[in-house]
């Protein structure tokens, strides 16, 4: 069966600070992979997706940056947080019945 | 422009009170519309896709239908662990490539009081 790792769950890091969460995925090969933030009352906004190795798609112009170095590991990074980037950050991936996610990371900047 | 919209906002049952929570669409042509539940600190569960008007999945307390411009998410008899937040997607033609993105829902978030 298909699994979906992310780590840490929670992580509080000072402004202007490095971030980097990870995300893998088992049990599927060549999946499509995303990162969302989710904040309270505006739903998940995706970031980033993934459909392969080194493919990186940005949805939105933003502090933050993604990078796939394999297959099934997805890198969510920043090399200096702003206050702006707390938040609740999922990684997901899909297949045609929809999506997987991740437990989520909880980031506060302070 | 795709869009999905959700309602109520928030919705308090008593423990028995049956309901329905309502996500209404506006998308280009549907591929997929989705159901997800999501618990506070967590990522969204999947419940149901549903691909076609008519269609209906259930669940246990949970049945999902879907017409040509929305989607019903019916409760029959909710227990307080039934509280958690709703979340709607939908998958449009638009994004029928390769990328599969989504289209979400601000979501419903529902109480239930024992």
């Known amino acids: 069966s298909q699994t979906i790792h992310q780590w840490p769950a929670t992580l509080v890091q000072p402004v202007g600070s490095p971030l980097s969460l990870e995300c893998t995925v088992e049990?599927?090969?060549?999946?499509?992979l995303y990162w969302y933030r989710q904040a309270a009352g505006r739903g998940l906004q995706l970031l980033f997706y993934?459909?392969?190795?080194?493919?990186i798609s940005s949805e939105v112009p933003q502090n933050l940056s993604a990078s796939r170095p394999q297959d099934r590991q997805f890198i969510l990074s920043s090399k200096k947080l702003l206050l702006s980037d707390s938040g609740f950050y999922l990684c997901?991936?899909?297949?045609?019945?929809?999506?997987?996610f991740g437990s989520g990371t909880r980031l506060t900047v302070v | 422009e795709d869009q999905v919209t959700q309602s109520p906002e928030a919705l308090r049952l008593q423990e028995g009170e049956s309901s329905s929570l309502n996500c209404s669409y506006t998308?280009?042509?549907?591929?997929?519309l989705f159901w997800y539940r999501q618990d506070p600190g967590k990522g969204p569960e999947f419940l149901f896709t549903?691909?076609?008007?008519?269609e209906e999945k259930e669940k246990e307390r949970l049945k999902a239908t879907l017409t040509k411009k929305e989607s019903f998410l019916h409760i029959t008899a909710p227990k307080p662990e039934d509280s958690a937040t709703y979340l709607c997607?939908?998958?449009?033609?638009?994004?029928?490539?390769?990328?599969?993105?989504?289209?979400w829902g601000l979501g419903t978030s529902l109480g239930v009081n024992p």
């Open positions: 997901a991936w899909s297949s045609r019945w929809g999506y997987t």
């Open positions: 049990g599927t090969s060549n999946p499509n």
């Open positions: 998308v280009s042509g549907l591929r997929g």
């Open positions: 993934s459909v392969g190795i080194g493919q």
């Open positions: 997607a939908v998958h449009s033609v638009t994004n029928a490539g390769n990328n599969r993105k989504l289209i």
């Open positions: 549903l691909y076609s008007a008519g």
